[in-house]
């Protein structure tokens, strides 16, 4: 998985005083593994921030695994769906998170070109800087958040990926992940109906004297294929209180523009390593 920037990364922000033979294998923390059959209602597992709780639901069908997925709702013209949040207690330093979704075999992106809809939460410090037109300052949070594209596709798709990041740097920063973007390998294509593994990667970028340097990480994985690598951003001047406090399911279409008819995204088998990587070599 992806190489050494993240165990390097990881060293850099850790700094004196870090486990390095842990580290050097990426061994996390903790590695958390949400099976929904577990549980009774979607808010026994996440959080409700912004959006509707009655777009949520645990359903018997579709499902990737097992007997239950997470259905989750944007309503025909409207923006939100839900933003969800499974929150750490401490905040981390890096994140490996893996869920498996799919569209409904209806979705259909018609009437504004582009447009996009947010389907993940990857990594959120929370705060006004991490959403909703904020600017990030280095304390007041950031995020990076997967969405779908209708950019060059078809009103039913096949649609692409598009990652969406607030750093100090720039807020609303897209990244479409298509071929000749620079961070892009390749353009993979999301078909409504079918299941995909999404696997990504976070790591907060190092300080020096107070001030953020431009080494923060974001990795995606499409089907086990790296599809998106960027390794410059500046999250964060706070280790204390603006690292990432949480990641989880979340549909918002659109900026100003709302969804044109009702959609449905489903989720299964999600996974976090906790300061460190979900597949590792033993040390």
């Not at 997470?70 to 929150?87: C, I, K, P």
């Not at 997967?146 to 990652?163: A, K, V």
């Not at 807020?171 to 000749?180: A, E, L, R, T, Y």
Request: proline residues 4%.
């Amino acid at each position: 998985m992806g190489g050494a920037l993240g165990a390097g990364s990881l060293l850099g922000v850790l700094g004196v005083g870090t486990d390095r033979a842990a580290a050097a294998c990426d061994r996390p923390d903790e590695v958390i593994h949400l099976d929904y059959d577990d549980y009774d209602s979607w808010d026994d597992i996440y959080r409700l921030s912004n959006g509707d709780s009655e777009t949520l639901d645990l359903v018997t069908d579709p499902v990737y695994s097992e007997n239950t997925a997470l259905q989750l709702q944007v309503r025909e013209g409207n923006h939100w769906g839900a933003s969800t949040h499974y929150d750490f207690e401490d905040g981390l330093f890096e994140l490996t998170g893996r869920v498996r979704f799919g569209l409904d075999t209806g979705w259909g992106m018609a009437g504004r070109y582009p447009a996009n809809c947010r389907l993940w939460n990857c990594a959120m410090a929370l705060g006004e800087g991490s959403a909703g037109g904020g600017m990030p300052t280095g304390s007041n949070g950031w995020s990076n958040r997967m969405y779908i594209t209708n950019r060059d596709s078809d009103p039913e798709g096949p649609f692409y990926l598009l990652s969406h990041t607030y750093h100090l740097d720039q807020n609303q920063d897209h990244d479409f992940i298509m071929d000749g973007e620079e961070y892009a390998s390749g353009q993979p294509e999301i078909v409504p109906g079918n299941w995909y593994e999404f696997k990504y990667y976070v790591c907060v970028n190092t300080i020096t004297n107070g001030v953020a340097n431009p080494d923060g990480i974001v990795r995606y994985w499409l089907d086990d294929e790296l599809v998106y690598e960027r390794t410059n951003f500046r999250f964060t001047e706070d280790h204390d209180n603006n690292i990432i406090d949480s990641n989880g399911p979340a549909g918002h279409y659109g900026g100003r523009y709302e969804a044109p008819e009702n959609l449905y995204a489903y989720y299964d088998d999600h996974s976090m390593a906790l300061n460190g990587r979900l597949e590792f070599d033993p040390c």
